[in-house]
């Protein structure tokens, strides 16, 4: 991993258009499920879709039953975007259940690299500028590498949600 003093948060922002369709890209040509959902949202009008994620985390537009939420970047010093994290305010039943406060995602080809355990880290400060208290972060059974991510950062095991696929989420808190 590179040295973590050169990788930070930031605010999505339309003059990192070009590298965000480079990560989008990737994601797309890997076929892999984008997590988190953010990720999904098509870029095709990118300053519309930068200011879909301004005005989420001022809770402004949100669909019935969506919480506020702020999303960040993961860059590095040639900012290279290496990851997203989306960060929710509150907790519904919902995310309570199988969605947590943290979403976070690692480029395909940046994986196995150190990069999500720094990303996390650094989002659990942010969540705790937002107030957060104790962070609910969760992962489905079967993703190794998100279980140790969590662990790493001091997640505390608590009951597991089974949904009703029978897929098994994991769930972790995180005092902050």
Sequence with gaps: MESSQHLSLTKPTVDLKEEYLSFYEEWLE???SMVPWVIKKDPANFAAMVQFLNDSEQGINLP???VPDSTFWLINQDKRILGVVKIRHQLTEFLLNSGGHIGYGIRPSERRKGYA??????????AKELGIKKA???CDEDNTGSFKTII???GIPDSDFIEADGNIIKR???DL
């Design 152 to 154: 790493n950062n001091g």
């Design 136 to 138: 609910l972060v969760v």
């Design 64 to 66: 019935k039953g969506w």
């Design 117 to 126: 355990t720094k990303l996390l880290s650094l989002s659990l400060e942010k």
């Design 172 to 174: 972790f808190w995180i």
């Design 30 to 32: 890997s076929q892999e």
